[in-house]
């Protein structure tokens, strides 16, 4: 591992507030490193008179923080000893009353006796840097931390659990196997034999069997071809996997009074956009996100698309084209119970670029639209009642087809949404493409190998192999302070 210089001393022992400041039952604040538990002895008294340095791993404590015989808060003191612990180095928690005087007061005292406050994310840089996990790993965490949905949730887990790390591990593991091959074959090419283990497909999976064998370029070409399947299967996923991770951008327009705002209020389930018989009640963008069938959606409720009568509109009417420039998919909402109009039309034109489901709303009402007209322009079309909360369900399922062209599930194994580990696959997939091409074209083992060794790389950047300072910085300054 290239642990290059580092601004700050990775020894010292750090702290931080690892709980949002606010009011709640519980706030904690987290310390790390080899002089935990003597701070924890200066500030912390137990129940039973016991200081915390002679507390057993993994235990709790009830008792205070005191400062100068002061007592500032009821805690409960958590130990956990290197180096079975998340940094694995000895780490204290202190769970307090969570409110922004006792978890200040309590970190400042904490700071005092000989901590300093963690810079961000640091305390999982250093679950990195001491070898508890692996750099997938640990930007696995923030995709926890920051997952909107369900199904965002599950992926980080089975990230942070190792997932992604396992299928890389056991690609450069056969990538390793073949270089070998074709390294003994460089450096011996006058023996027949060359004293390396033979490839084998086992339970579906490229596996390695004990055994001597000759250089075999057809098998070494299976195996390559497989790895470049592998990798383009992961590169196929993540393009869809990323939605789960950033969610897509979702922008209702329309005429004013067609119910925009009662649609929006119909996908929240709740009251959010004011309703009203008013055209232009909408003045500006409003957005929410919310979690359809598992996919985080930004739902933008625009102002209705008209030629501005004052200043006013005509912001409002720049904002809302602006978003729908923006948006990923647009909801364009008809008024079913009028006629279309040519502000209707005109709209549906400007929209010939842009992913769309067309919404014809307010069918409680008489319906007086040309619907016809509307199904030879747009492939999707569906009939809802926002104010009766009818067919919202079809729109839904509308907007995940759509998403997703019904091939895409959350239950696939492997879903990467990093952007970073994407790159660096594409990449890695690219040299395996071109050492399979070299292999084909019979061009010398130095080529093929070559190929080989800077794909490996690559998937060395992902799991941190190989890392600079800057990479880190840049990773770990996404995190809070606490984490």
Request: some cysteine.
């Amino acid at each position: 591992m290239n642990s290059e210089m580092i601004k700050y001393d990775i020894n010292d022992t750090i702290a931080a507030i690892s709980t949002p400041i606010g009011e709640a039952g519980i706030g904690i604040v987290r310390i790390s490193g080899k002089d935990a538990l003597s701070v924890a002895n200066r500030i912390f008294v137990s129940k039973d008179g016991k200081n915390p340095s002679n507390f057993k791993t993994y235990t709790t404590h009830y008792g205070w923080i005191v400062e100068k015989s002061e007592i500032i808060d009821e805690v409960i003191l958590t130990v956990m000893r290197a180096p079975k612990s998340y940094t694995k180095e000895d780490i204290v928690e202190i769970n307090c009353h969570s409110g922004i005087v006792a978890l200040r007061r309590i970190l400042d005292l904490v700071l005092e006796n000989g901590a300093r406050l963690a810079e961000p994310g640091e305390f999982t840089k250093r679950a990195f840097l001491n070898g508890r996990i692996d750099l997938a790993q640990a930007e696995a965490v923030l995709d926890i931390i920051r997952a909107k949905t369900d199904s965002a949730l599950k992926i980080g887990a089975q990230q942070l659990k190792g997932a992604l790390s396992k299928q890389i591990n056991q690609i450069r593991r056969i990538l390793l196997d073949i270089l070998s091959v074709l390294e003994a074959n460089i450096d011996f090419p006058e023996e027949e034999i060359s004293p390396v283990r033979n490839f084998a497909q086992q339970d579906g999976n490229i596996g390695i069997s004990n055994g001597i064998s000759a250089l075999d370029s057809e098998d070494i070409a299976g195996k390559l071809e497989h790895i470049n399947k592998e990798l383009k299967a992961i590169l196929d996923n993540s393009k869809t996997a990323r939605i789960f991770r950033e969610g897509i951008q979702v922008v209702i327009c329309g005429k004013p009074n067609v119910g925009k705002s009662s649609l929006l209020n119909a996908l929240l389930r709740q009251e959010r956009s004011i309703v009203t018989p008013v055209a232009g009640t909408t003045r500006d963008t409003i957005e929410e996100v919310i979690d359809i069938r598992g996919i985080p959606i930004r739902i933008v409720d625009t102002a209705g698309i008209i030629e501005p009568r004052d200043l006013i509109e005509k912001k409002a009417v720049q904002h809302s084209r602006r978003q729908i420039s923006l948006a990923d998919l647009v909801i364009l909402l008809f008024d079913g119970s009028r006629r279309l109009s040519k502000d209707d039309a005109l709209l549906a034109r400007k929209l010939k670029k842009k992913s769309v489901i067309a919404v014809i709303n307010k069918i409680d009402l008489k319906q007086k639209i040309e619907k016809d007209e509307i199904l030879k322009r747009f492939k999707y079309v569906i009939d809802i009642s926002a104010k009766k909360f009818k067919n919202i369900n079809l729109l839904e399922d509308a907007v995940v087809n759509l998403v997703y062209n019904g091939k895409v599930k959350s239950s696939e194994p492997i879903l990467v949404t990093n952007l970073r580990h994407i790159e660096a696959i594409k990449e890695a997939q690219k040299l395996v493409a071109e050492a399979l091409n070299s292999l084909d074209n019979r061009l010398s083992p130095e080529f093929v190998a070559q190929g080989i060794k800077d794909a490996l790389l690559y998937l060395d950047d992902i799991l941190g192999r190989r890392f600079s300072e800057d990479l880190l910085d840049k990773i770990f300054s996404e995190f809070c302070i606490g984490k």
